[in-house]
């Protein structure tokens, strides 16, 4: 069984230093937005997915595509839509530009710098792939294939769930409409604003992902 990362918007393989979790492969947000995590989970028949903000949808997209295949989703300020939307507690157009005002500030080195020592890991974060990713942000919508998900019952992994209580890149009512999605899951609230939870909580990352794992041994035995 495979356990696969799904990364944040611009953010680099070194988001997940702190966690401890065996994982396989971290797939930029570039790599998703090319479809590679879609061949990846064709190849194996089994797979966990560890998704984090813009990873996090695309863990979402990837559960709806091949339910059978997903043992277990650890979802770390994920979202089915990231704007606001009509009854929808979604990212603002203003906060989005802030984002990419951001962005462009500190381009080439990311929002968290370049590791001493290592090579640049933002070196996909030209304007194109920017733009692209930009584009995702603002387009994608789960909601509708994840309420069919819920109705098939096709599902059935393990899943946690974690949510900042403050975020204002993922609202924190993100977690309670997966929650409805998803019943069997676990929520975790964290207290704060604090978007960049694989840095913030990576112990209590590390355990759900243990804990997925730990399940799916039991089962098969």
């Known amino acids: 069984m495979k356990t696969f ?11 997940w230093d702190l966690c401890a979790f065996p994982r396989d492969r971290v797939f930029s947000y570039v790599e998703q937005l090319e479809g590679l995590p879609e061949k990846a989970v064709e190849a194996e028949d089994e797979v966990v997915l560890v998704g984090w903000s ?8 990837l559960a709806v595509s091949y339910p059978e295949k997903i043992k277990g989703l650890v979802l770390v300020a994920a979202t089915a839509r990231m704007m606001k939307d009509d ?20 381009h080439g080195e990311g929002f968290f710098g370049i590791p001493d020592g290592k090579p640049n890991p933002y070196m996909l974060d030209e304007e194109r792939n920017l733009a692209r990713g930009l584009g995702y942000l ?3 919508d789960l909601r ?12 059935k992994c393990p899943i946690a ?8 890149i993922v609202r924190a009512e993100n977690a309670a409409y997966l929650k409805a999605i998803f019943p069997q899951a676990s929520v975790t609230m964290v207290p704060g604003s604090e978007h960049a939870l694989p840095i913030i909580i990576p112990e209590a990352i590390d355990a759900a992902v243990s804990a997925v794992l730990k399940e ?4 098969a035995v």
């Open 5 to 15: 990362v799904l990364n944040g918007w611009s953010a680099s393989e070194q988001a």
């Open 87 to 106: 009854g929808w507690a979604g990212m603002s157009e203003r906060r989005l530009a802030a984002l990419e005002v951001g962005l462009k500030m500190t």
């Open 54 to 61: 813009m990873g996090g949808s695309a863990a979402l997209r």
């Open 161 to 168: 769930i974690f949510q900042s209580e403050r975020d204002g």
């Open 144 to 155: 509708a294939a994840l309420e069919e998900l819920k109705l098939s019952g096709r599902l």
């Open 216 to 219: 799916n041994i039991k089962s």
């Open 138 to 140: 603002r387009e994608t």
